[in-house]
């Protein structure tokens, strides 16, 4: 069985991430989407609330499984007992950073290999932090992400008193 994680923060998810997952969990027998909590950022949403809009948004999709993390991606994935990490590429600046992490990665843990999909070409421009800037202002993400994180963008905007 061939198991795999897509790790990131998903701050929010996007459909960027949800390409990449639904791309990725056809290569693979069952796919971890894992939700970073990393404590060196300050992210829009908890954990909770990212996991919980993951769960929403790939209800229909079997095989994957979403479930927040901390520390080390490789200790992730040993503990999740999965052969295999994957990433997706935008850009040429994300595949310098991805090969460096990767080669790290596979330095502490030569079972797990990463494997990089590039973004669809309609996403490659789309991130998270692009996102959250265009709900901060009022704007229309509709387009850019899920209708269900969509609605979550705009009760939190509201919440902290960001949506004009």
Not at 7 to 34: A, M, N, Q, W
Not at 75 to 103: H, K, N, P, W
Not at 112 to 119: A, G, I, K, R, S
């Amino acid at each position: 069985m061939l198991r795999a994680i897509y790790p990131g923060s998903f701050d929010p998810v996007t459909y960027g991430h949800y390409d990449i997952i639904c791309r990725s969990c056809k290569i693979v027998d069952e796919l971890i989407v894992g939700v970073l909590n990393n404590k060196a950022k300050m992210p829009l949403f908890s954990v909770e609330e990212r996991v919980k809009m993951l769960k929403e948004v790939t209800k229909d999709l079997p095989n994957v499984r979403i479930i927040p993390f901390d520390g080390l991606l490789v200790d992730f994935a040993e503990r999740m007992d999965a052969d295999m990490v994957i990433r997706g590429l935008r850009a040429i600046t994300d595949f310098e950073y991805e090969l460096q992490m990767s080669q790290t990665n596979h330095k502490l843990s030569p079972n797990v290999e990463t494997m990089f999909l590039t973004t669809s070409i309609e996403y490659s421009y789309l991130s998270s932090t692009t996102v959250r800037e265009i709900a901060a202002f009022g704007g229309d993400v509709t387009q850019f992400v899920p209708q269900a994180v969509a609605v979550e963008l705009e009760k939190k905007m509201k919440e902290k008193g960001e949506c004009n």
